[in-house]
């Protein structure tokens, strides 16, 4: 049961992650003057996820305004919300929010809050990062941090503002976020360009493949694959994960509020 769970975790967060894949070293290399022209105020994306044939669950990410500010600062206040659809409930009841308070000139996160439920084992996170200090306070202590480093969410919309034309298939890039009171290294490795075909359109998308750990879940390190769209926007399109006892599918099936034209392919 936990096993299956942590599944459709994994996979909205490889919907955060793999569009990340630009930290080199561990280290953010574009510092603090990274200029958003991905996303805005008012954008909602939503996608579905599905175990085999059967609809699982869904995801969905917002960026919303606020008149809040944190340390003195102007923020972005994005939302992620995941659960379980109704005909998984009865298997297995996932409830998950996530919140991240984003410096809106510096693409940071100031303010990071988790709150989850996933069959009845609930999860509650608070992390105040202090970039200045380089450290993170959370309710189990404070953490020394690397320079601009990323939470689960924030780094999703940090990744979508830098620029991926230099990137050569094969290439393999790690980067950093701040999950469960420790800083986690991601490797993801670019297959190339392709043309996909999803509910919401057909779409020129870029390839990427995490390298995973085999073994209790996965059958080989590629074995998930996930698309974003080849265009100013950099929105995750498609995951797809091959388990040891099945495959997960996530796809976008709506998106509202983009600041760019889209790759769509009428």
């Not at 290294?185 to 990427?208: D, Q, T």
Request: include cysteine; proline fraction near 2%.
């Amino acid at each position: 049961m936990r096993n299956f769970n942590f599944i459709m975790y994994l996979m909205a967060l490889s919907l955060i992650f793999s569009s990340s894949i630009i930290y080199k070293n561990n280290e953010n290399p574009i510092g603090n003057n990274t200029k958003n022209n991905a996303f805005t105020y008012g954008e909602k994306l939503n996608y579905k996820i599905s175990y085999g044939l059967i609809e699982a669950g869904h995801v969905q990410l917002n960026v919303k305004k606020t008149s809040k500010k944190f340390q003195n600062r102007n923020v972005y206040h994005i939302i992620g919300l995941g659960s379980s659809s109704k005909t998984f409930d009865w298997f297995f009841k996932i409830r998950d929010r996530y919140e991240s308070y984003v410096d809106y000139e510096k693409l940071v996160p100031l303010l990071f809050i988790r709150d989850v439920n996933e069959g009845g084992y609930v999860i509650k996170q608070t992390y105040e990062f202090d970039h200045k200090k380089r450290v993170v306070n959370t309710e189990k202590g404070s953490f020394s941090i690397k320079k601009n480093i990323q939470d689960m969410l924030s780094c999703f919309y940090f990744a979508r503002t830098l620029d991926l034309n230099n990137l050569k298939k094969g290439d393999i890039l790690t980067f950093n976020a701040f999950v469960d009171e420790e800083s986690y290294p991601l490797k993801v490795k670019f297959l190339g360009k392709e043309i996909i075909k999803i509910k919401s359109g057909k779409f020129k998308a870029l390839k990427f493949c995490p390298i995973v750990q085999t073994g209790r879940i996965f059958k080989t390190e590629e074995s998930l694959s996930v698309w974003i769209s080849d265009d100013y926007n950099k929105t995750p399109l498609l995951v797809k994960a091959n388990i040891l006892f099945g495959a997960l599918r996530m796809e976008m099936i709506k998106m509202e509020g983009e600041l760019n034209p889209s790759s769509v392919i009428r």
